[in-house]
C-alpha cells in the first residue's frame, strides 16, 4: 500500500453499514489503527460483533445524532427504485437522508466526508438515478468539509444479501464488454466493493483539503 499522513485517532461514522460497500468498509474500519471507534447510524439493528463497534438506531426522518461532535463520515447509503416504490421514496434515501445528516454533523464539527456516489453523476443528468447521485454531490460540496471525497465507481462487485438479475445480467455484460473500456471509458469498468471500501478508509487518512472526485483507476491505486 501506498503511504498516508497520519492523523489522529477519531470515530469514524458510517452511513449504509447494511449495504454491499458499506459492510465491507465496516471490516476495514474495524481493523484500521486510526479509528478508535466505528459508530454506525442504522434505521434497524444489525448483528456487528465488535468492541470497536457502537449502533444507534435512529429515525431518519428525524435523526438523533446528538452527543457526535468530531469524526470521519462515510456514507454509501442507497436503495433501488424496487425496494423503494417509487422514485420519490429513492430520492429521499438516496439524497435526503445522507444530505440531512451531513449538514448536522458538519455543523457539530466532523471533519470530513467520505461518499459513495456513481460514475455519471451529475445534477443535469437525463436518468433519474445518476440526477438523484448528482444533487447529492452537489448539496454535499456545498457543506464544505475540511475534506470531502466522493467517489464514483461503476458497477459494484461482491456478495449481495439479496439476488439481483438485472445487476447479475450486467456483470455479465461488463466482463465480456471490459476488454473495449479503455482510455476515457476505463472509469466504467466494474470494481469490487471490497476495493471501493478499502479506498475510503484510506483516503479518509489524507489531510487534503478540498474536495476530491476518485474513479476506477485512483480507486483501484489506492489500496
Keep these: 500500500m501506498r503511504s498516508t499522513s497520519a492523523v489522529p485517532m477519531t470515530t469514524a461514522i458510517v452511513l449504509g453499514a447494511s ?109 433519474f438515478y445518476l440526477r438523484t447521485k448528482g444533487q447529492l454531490e452537489a448539496n454535499i460540496t456545498a457543506l464544505q468539509f475540511e475534506s470531502t471525497s466522493i467517489l464514483r465507481p461503476s458497477l459494484l462487485l461482491g456478495k449481495r444479501k439479496e439476488f439481483r438479475v438485472v445487476e447479475r445480467a450486467t456483470s455479465l455484460v461488463m466482463k465480456l464488454a471490459a476488454p473495449l473500456l479503455i482510455g476515457p471509458l476505463r472509469k466504467y469498468h466494474s470494481i469490487d466493493a471490497s476495493t471501493v471500501a478499502a479506498s475510503m478508509v484510506r483516503l479518509a487518512q489524507s489531510s487534503a483539503p478540498g474536495v476530491r472526485i476518485v474513479e476506477y483507476e485512483e480507486m483501484r491505486a489506492l489500496v
Excluded: W
Excluded at 33 to 48: I, N
Design 19 to 127: 449495504g454491499l460497500v458499506g459492510s465491507e468498509l465496516v471490516n476495514v474500519l474495524r481493523a484500521s489503527p486510526h479509528y478508535r471507534s466505528v459508530l454506525l447510524l442504522s434505521r434497524r439493528a444489525s448483528v456487528v460483533a465488535s468492541d470497536k463497534v457502537v449502533e444507534r438506531i435512529i429515525d431518519f426522518d428525524a435523526p438523533d445524532l446528538s452527543g457526535i461532535s468530531e469524526g470521519h463520515l462515510f456514507c454509501s447509503l442507497g436503495t433501488t427504485l424496487r425496494n423503494a416504490g417509487s422514485e420519490a421514496a429513492q430520492f429521499r434515501v438516496d439524497c435526503e437522508y445522507p444530505t440531512t445528516i451531513a449538514t448536522r454533523l458538519r455543523a457539530q464539527r466532523v471533519q470530513r466526508m467520505i461518499l459513495v456516489s456513481s460514475v455519471g453523476a451529475s445534477a443535469t443528468a437525463s436518468n
